[in-house]
């Protein structure tokens, strides 16, 4: 029942910027750490960022400067705000979560959102 909804993603040119945005719905405990990752056709997927329950925050060398991560603990949301966004950052995003329960922590995943970065 637990569900991670993107949104957010789109078409935009080079140094422009996008708000991906994703939340949990359905019942849960409580929440972990949260994060983003993406996928480019033909290359693994790689985590962008990542932030704890506390607001400690985790970047990949390639967006640091760019790219800011936040969470809305009430909202149950995780946004990621990208600047200066350049055509090699062109993937599909995909947003994770740590959900917790009575057992050892699950970790759920957004359908995945598609960023597109023209030159």
């Known amino acids: 029942q637990v569900q991670l909804v993107e949104s957010g993603g789109g078409l935009v040119q080079a140094g422009g910027s996008l708000r991906l945005s994703c939340t949990v719905s359905g019942y849960i405990f409580g929440l972990g750490a949260m994060g983003w990752y993406r996928q480019a056709p033909g290359k693994e997927r790689e985590l962008v960022a990542a932030?704890?329950?506390?607001?400690?925050?985790n970047y990949a060398d390639s967006v640091k400067g760019r790219f800011t991560i936040a969470r809305d603990n009430r909202k149950k949301t995780v946004y990621l705000q990208m600047n200066s966004l350049k055509p090699e950052d062109t993937a599909v995003y995909y947003c994770h979560a740590d959900v917790l329960s009575l057992g050892p922590p699950i970790n759920y995943w957004g359908q995945g959102t598609q960023v597109t970065v023209s030159s």
């Open positions: 932030i704890s329950r506390d607001g400690i925050t």
